[in-house]
């Protein structure tokens, strides 16, 4: 009876501990503004660029030459272009494409760099081999290696993801090796080498579930820093080429006409510094949300 009863305590005492925990996330995550700040902002601009056509009657290649260069108004909200297409509605098509090429960026890179870095992790000759050419790509700054392959592959949207799939995966790389050369010397992991466990399993059930947290922040960054990339490779010609609609190209238009459409260079700037504001608070929120040890020790210093 005494042995029943102890176990319907810590039956209740585990249930009790697990409430907590969930109160205590809850607080933490009420109490991260930059988080909640960063989500509200995303979500509003994936909201915009999946419901924003409803709320148009243009089509983002829909020209009307006589309504060329018309300034914000109840018809046109943010104005017209050197074509007379509808500005708002070609931002909105635009935010589709830039942010569906900075999130394929940043999961493709997510997961090449996660290979890549468990594997340099856990073989020393592959850490000599792949270790090296991330350091010679990292070398190479980003937007000029990107420039680089773009002339290399030509002006696409698929040409855009895989260049700079290519300039953030070695980032996303050294991270992942830096997080798994910590957990592989843990006393669990010698445990399953002791126990037999094969090689994989060890680096996929056991490492790779411990190197989530640094990957899915490092993740949000790439994507800001992939909408940036991408605005930036437009805007010089080597990115979406026109008359597809993106936030860079859309600023490359404008500056031709910046002193009598002032609308076309602010609006879409507008539009990409707050995509990136609301990815970086909100990587920094979860970065915060995910290791608070982490904010704890900025406080000390």
Not at 21 to 43: E, F, W
Not at 159 to 167: D, E, F, R
Not at 219 to 232: N, P
């Amino acid at each position: 009876m005494s042995a029943l009863q102890g176990k319907e305590n810590l039956a209740r005492l585990s249930e009790r501990l697990k409430k907590e925990q969930r109160v205590v996330r809850y607080h933490r995550l009420k109490s991260n503004y930059g988080l909640l700040i960063g989500a509200i902002v995303m979500i509003l601009l994936i909201v915009i660029a999946i419901a924003g056509p409803l709320f148009t009657p243009y089509g983002p290649y829909a020209m009307k030459v006589v309504d060329r260069l018309l300034p914000p108004s109840a018809e046109h909200w943010l104005g017209t272009d050197e074509f007379g297409r509808d500005l708002f509605t070609r931002i909105v098509y635009g935010a589709r494409v830039s942010m569906s090429v900075g999130l394929i960026v940043a999961l493709l890179s997510s997961v090449l760099g996660l290979v890549i870095g468990l594997y340099a992790t856990y073989y020393k000759i592959l850490d000599h081999i792949l270790m090296r050419l991330c350091d010679g790509l990292i070398a190479i700054p980003g937007i000029l290696l990107a420039i680089a392959l773009m002339a290399a592959l030509g002006a696409s949207a698929l040409n855009v993801i895989i260049a700079l799939t290519i300039v953030f995966t070695p980032n996303i790389a050294r991270i992942v090796r830096s997080t798994a050369l910590v957990v592989r010397e843990q006393t669990y992991i010698e445990a399953m080498h002791a126990q037999g466990a094969s090689n994989s399993r060890i680096i996929w059930l056991h490492i790779a579930p411990n190197t989530l947290s640094p990957l899915l922040v490092q993740a949000t960054f790439v994507f800001a820093e992939a909408i940036i990339s991408e605005a930036a490779l437009s805007f010089l010609g080597a990115g979406i080429p026109a008359p597809e609609a993106s936030w860079g190209n859309i600023l490359q238009a404008g500056k031709l006409v910046i002193y009598k459409a002032w609308w076309m260079v602010v609006f879409p700037g507008v539009t990409i510094i707050l995509s990136v504001l609301g990815l970086n608070l909100f990587g920094d929120g979860l970065r915060d949300f995910l290791d608070p040890r982490v904010k704890h020790k900025q406080k000390k210093t």
